[in-house]
């Protein structure tokens, strides 16, 4: 009895050796794994300092030292040559891109923001900032961002295999005044750098970011939501190779946040024939891409996916023009957030629209081909006439009855001239006193006509270089009234 008590006891005792060699194994291996990220850390809190520019700056860090350098203007703006419209109007149509740097969205009350609805102007003098950021507040921020962070060591020259495994896409929000993630995380006390990587909106299904077991640089994946009101505006911030001291308590790292998406809005000029815009598309874009947060570059080359963004004008009402002023067909909400690219010169990314002139839908469309999407940057497409001169004139003739005090000429003779007034549904006068030479087959005209269904076209003969749009009645229905005020 007393031997097998023994050998029981020995048996015993192997076993809480081997148990305990278990356990020591196990530490030491979540010590190896967590030991250099985690370890050496001071009682300093990391906290951050938010901050919103207008423009994007190209392949440059965004710390606090750019503040300063960043020279953008949110006034320049500049036009390209304009796109040629295809359609079947009988009227050419061009299409001028213009551009201005930063992102140009207007809130209820005609103040400039960012489509995530933060503010971009100086509260103080209401202005548009034209050089710095102005910082996020409870009242005009972005509700929170994510951030990822990597700890190199003080030697370290770049991030080559390193991971963001010390801050892994974590939700950055304000509280007590202060942006912080939600976990406090603590600066490392031994000389390690920090480089931190952050993105606006955090938390949304169109921008997926890489996880912690991707190393290397950072990126987040863009796709645009085919529901355009929904589509967020991309914002992105670096910092890199911080550090703190003990006594650099409270100190924030600063985010200077810049602008990943270009803008898109489209307008019409008050040139434009009237009827109803009941749709605008951009087709065979890429909209799927994925933004390197350290390089502040999109590949555009692999990995993306191309697709069609539309959305229908006013539900299903469309926007009517009346051609007596410009209108803006999309704005707010529905200005379009696309990827940067570059159109090549072979590229089938089109706009479209949908118009309704009165005489049933016509399809425009403009080829983006050649063409070029900035980062940053705002562009609104002015759907203008410029240069309409396709309209023909078939025969000219007298009515029956002819309330003019000359006999009229029953023929034309090459080099005859005759006079054209063009007035729109609102009386209005879209060309006056254009001149029409025959020459002997057909008219010629001097200058181009707009032509509409819902137009009013008068004619006189013989051709007087005197006349103007105050020798005639615009809201007459009878050539007789039109010209009563004339010999």
Known sequence: MSRKFKRNKYIDLLCSLYLLLIVCLCICSCSESEGFVYSNLSTNKISFKAITTEGWINGTSNNSSQDSKTTRSVLQSNENGPLIVKSNLHTPLYLH??????????????????KSGARIIDESTETVVPTRGSPYTSSNMVNSFGVLAYRTPSTATDLSGAAPDFINNQEVSLAGGMWKTGTDYFWPDNGDKLSFFSYSPFGNSNVTVAGASSSGTPSVTYTANTDVPSQP????????????????????????????????????????????????????????????????????????????????????????????????LTSGTNTMMMIPQSFASGSTAVIEAVFNNGNGDKTLTASLAGTTWAAG????????????????????????????????????????????FVVDQNNNIKNSNVKATYNGSSWVLSTGLLFSPQYKYFAYYPYQSGYTSSSVSPSATSSDAFFSSVG
Request: aromatic share 6%; hydrophobic share 35%.
């Open 97 to 114: 891109p213009v551009t201005q740097i930063g992102i140009h969205i207007q809130n209820a009350n005609d103040k400039p923001m960012t």
């Open 233 to 328: 505006d991309l914002m992105t911030s670096n910092s890199i190779n911080q550090t703190r001291s003990k006594s650099s308590a409270n100190v924030g790292v600063n985010m200077t946040f810049s602008h990943a998406l270009t803008a898109i809005t489209f307008a019409v000029g008050k040139d434009m024939v009237p009827g109803v815009f009941k749709s605008i598309s951009i087709k065979n874009a890429i909209t799927t891409a994925t933004y390197n947060l350290s390089t502040n570059t999109w590949n555009t080359s692999s990995g993306t996916s191309t697709g069609n963004i539309s959305i229908n004008l006013n539900g299903t009402t469309g926007v009517t023009i009346d051609g007596t002023s410009d209108v803006a």
């Open 377 to 420: 940057t705002s562009i609104i497409y002015k759907l203008s006439t410029s240069s309409v001169n396709t309209m023909t004139l078939g025969t000219i003739s007298y009515p029956s009855s002819w309330g003019g005090v000359a006999t009229p000429t029953t023929s034309f003779s090459t080099g005859n001239e005759i006079g054209l």
